[in-house]
């Protein structure tokens, strides 16, 4: 068992925490990330309310264990979707693409564990100051929206900013990636892509597949032009929406060309029109597994590796 203060703080068995990702983090893969022992998140995207609380159902349906949920600070419901964390009682809430402040008091008070993502050192030293429990620190080498540092570089400038836990996310897709993420700092990892490749992710096979087909060169960045960075599988959809922007078209054309891609993907499997957002470990996934499996491995090897790399370290030898 590797024992953190993100394994201490969540009440979970590995340091490994599954990624919010809009239309494919649902109840079935977040349950199933649960159940293994991880850190399970729903992941409410843009959707209305009613979804996310159906989706609360019926995770507390399936599993008795700690689970969160994701919300993008940009989606219309954001504060309905606090507001039902609160009302359910759910154990963490993590937000991406925007400043928490606001939210953090309130589900605070109600018992709820904040872990917002940031992309900088700067705003993760703010949100330790308005009351944070942890930050999860995301690299640009994730998938779907992206800040542009690289995680390398991010974990230990975050590390050395705050106190409180640091979760490292982008680039991270087996055992060698926590115990990297390990060694500069964090107390843990989230991963995204890697859980896409799950049978209880409800992503459709054309997505996994593409995944699992993909080298480490398979990603582009979209949407820079709008100042919304995406990272996504290259496929005629994110080539044309990068000629596009070299091309100079209009801010409303690209979001009006950007606008429903990802769920063409996940959920109609358009991996020709539709927008694969994904990281640029998506060369390192070979094969699609149960979540309890994935977890079991990634913590065996991390295991493996951290006793290895202890041998490593010799006394010097005395000489003369
Ligand atoms: O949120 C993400 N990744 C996402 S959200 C998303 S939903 C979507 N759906 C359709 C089209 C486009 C997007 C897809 N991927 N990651 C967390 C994250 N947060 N990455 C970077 C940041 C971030 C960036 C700036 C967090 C805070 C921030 O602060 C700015 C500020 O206000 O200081």
Redesign the pocket.
Known sequence: MIRTSLTDLVGINYPIIQ?????IATWELAAAVSEGGGLGII?A??APIDWVRNQVQAIKAHTDRPFGI?V????PFAAQVIELAIEEQVAVMT?????PTPFIEPLKNAGVIVI?????A??AR?LERAGADAV?A?GEE??????SVSTMSLIPLVTDAVSIPVIA?GGVGDGRGLVAALALGAAGVQMGTRFICTDECIAHANYKGAIVKANERSTLVT?MSIG?P?RCLRNPMSREFESMEKAGVSEEQVIEF??G??QMAAMQGDIVQG?L?AGQISGLVHDIIPAAELLRRINDQAEALLARMATWAQPEEVTG
């Open positions: 990624g919010g990702m809009a239309w992941g995207g843009n994701n993008p600070l940009f989606s937000t991406g693409a925007g400043n917002p993502v940031v992309a900088s700067s705003l703010r999860i995301e994730s998938g779907g929206h992206i800040g996310a949407g919304h995406v950007g606008t891609r990802l927008s957002m």
